[in-house]
């Protein structure tokens, strides 16, 4: 089992920055990606970026390329999530996930063993 916590969500104005972060506690080795999700009302969850250990690879959906930045301190169990530029439309609940042990990518909700409470981030213009 892993257990996540993220934290870091709020509000902010249209260009502004904020910063995710997730802890992870458990069997952690058990993972090899892991990812931020995100869902906005009526719409379907979305990956929004992932890291592969051990290559430390990652992806980042379209519409946040350039703009966000996923890394992960693996001494400290953390996975980050740097936003910037963030526009009305990245608002949404926001998910950090793990994938399933024989998993290298996470991008897809089949490939997520585990997820986080959620966090919200709103942007006004």
């Known amino acids: 089992q892993v257990q996540l916590v993220e934290s870091g969500g709020g509000s902010v104005q249209a260009g502004g920055s904020l910063s995710l972060s997730c802890t992870a506690s458990g069997h952690t080795s058990e993972t090899y990606c892991m990812a931020w999700f995100r869902q906005a009302p009526g719409k379907e969850r979305e990956a929004v970026a992932t890291?592969?250990?051990?290559?430390?690879?990652?992806y980042y959906g379209d519409s946040v390329q350039g703009r966000f930045a996923i890394s992960q301190d693996i001494a400290k169990k953390t996975l980050y999530l740097q936003m910037n530029s963030l526009k009305p439309e990245d608002s949404a609940m926001y998910y950090c996930?793990?994938?399933?042990?024989?998993?290298?990518?996470?991008?897809?909700?089949?490939?997520?063993?585990?997820w986080g409470q959620g966090t919200q981030v709103t942007v006004s213009s």
């Open positions: 890291f592969s250990s051990p290559a430390e690879t990652t």
């Open positions: 996930a793990a994938g399933h042990p024989w998993e290298i990518s996470c991008r897809a909700l089949t490939q997520v063993a585990y």
